[in-house]
């Protein structure tokens, strides 16, 4: 598991959370989702000791390997919290109890193709998102996933995006 230290973003949110569920078009109570927009990424890696934490593989540097190293991280913002991410490559894949659901993230591991991308005006997926922003069965994930490279063969986000397991990680 690797772990990502992210801006929180929810209802208490207020005018920016309510602009956002109207745009969207979703009813969620909370949003766990780790879209790159909504809950932009606080760890850019600039020293060694960064550097020695993290995922060196393109856009995947704001992944941390150490939890340690991530509340390190965590520590220095107000607004911050630290989310575990997985890529299951199958659906026999084992979650823990902390799994809060399956994201679909592009390429860059930036934007969410459940809540950051489009609008739901196709209504492929929009019903099976939970309420806080995720899916809760990972072959509908992979399925989903299987269905946007299909129906949107130009658009790199649709083409490139990868199932990700995101967890409630208690620091």
């Not at 602009?19 to 060694?48: A, C, I, Q």
């Not at 991308?117 to 309420?131: A, C, K, P, Q, R």
């Not at 990972?138 to 269905?147: K, M, Y």
Request: hydrophobic letters at 35%.
């Amino acid at each position: 598991m690797y772990y990502k230290v992210i801006e929180k973003f929810g209802p208490e949110d207020g005018e920016r959370w309510s602009d956002y569920l109207k745009w969207r078009g979703l009813h969620l109570t909370r949003f766990e989702s780790v879209d790159g927009v909504m809950r932009g990424d606080l760890f850019e890696p600039k020293s060694n000791e960064d550097w020695q934490n993290c995922v060196q593989e393109d856009f995947k540097i704001s992944l941390i390997t150490n939890f340690e190293y991530a509340k390190k991280v965590q520590k220095q913002y107000e607004n911050a919290e630290i989310v575990g991410i997985d890529f299951p490559e199958e659906i026999c894949y084992e979650a823990s109890p902390e799994l809060l659901g399956f994201d679909l993230l592009d390429s860059h591991l930036d934007i969410s193709m459940l809540t950051n991308w489009g609008t739901d005006e196709e209504g492929i997926f929009s019903h099976l998102i939970m309420e806080n922003g995720l899916l809760c069965d990972l072959a509908e994930a992979f399925r989903i996933r299987d269905i946007l490279r299909t129906q949107f063969p130009e658009d790199h986000h649709a083409q490139e995006c990868q199932v990700c397991a995101i967890y409630r990680i208690s620091s």
